[in-house]
């Protein structure tokens, strides 16, 4: 059975950072397609980036300012975030498939299995 658990949400400043972590079992991350995805209050469900197959893929919103990591070891795939403002305030989800394919990657459907969320909340 796989289960995902993020940990790392929480309040931050604008222009902040913080650093969210997916812990996985059940799978490996090396094998299983990881991404993060995030639901702002009263908006549907948005891609935020993907390990996949070796690489890193990530939504216009995230690029430059967000930084996808797997640990083999820890079986992790952690989330870095800078350069934080208002519009990242949301719940951020973990996810993984086996066997989804690279432009099926932003549909939140093609995922097999979630976490349960962790609350960002960017404000002054």
């Known amino acids: 059975q796989v289960q995902l658990v993020e940990s790392g949400g929480g309040l931050v400043q604008p222009g902040g950072s913080l650093r969210l972590s997916c812990a996985a079992s059940g799978m490996t991350v090396n094998s299983y397609a990881v991404a993060w995805f995030r639901q702002p209050p009263g908006k549907e469900r948005e891609f935020v980036g993907a390990?996949?197959?070796?690489?890193?893929h990530y939504a216009d919103s995230a690029r430059g300012r967000f930084t996808l990591s797997r640990d083999s070891a820890k079986n992790t795939v952690s989330l870095q975030m800078n350069s934080l403002n208002a519009e990242d305030t949301a719940v951020y989800y973990c996810?993984?498939?086996?066997?989804?394919?690279?432009?099926?990657?932003?549909?939140?459907?093609?995922?097999?299995?979630w976490g349960q969320g962790t609350q960002v909340t960017v404000s002054s």
């Open positions: 390990s996949h197959r070796g690489r890193y």
């Open positions: 996810a993984a498939d086996r066997s989804i394919i690279t432009s099926s990657l932003r549909t939140p459907a093609q995922y097999d299995w």
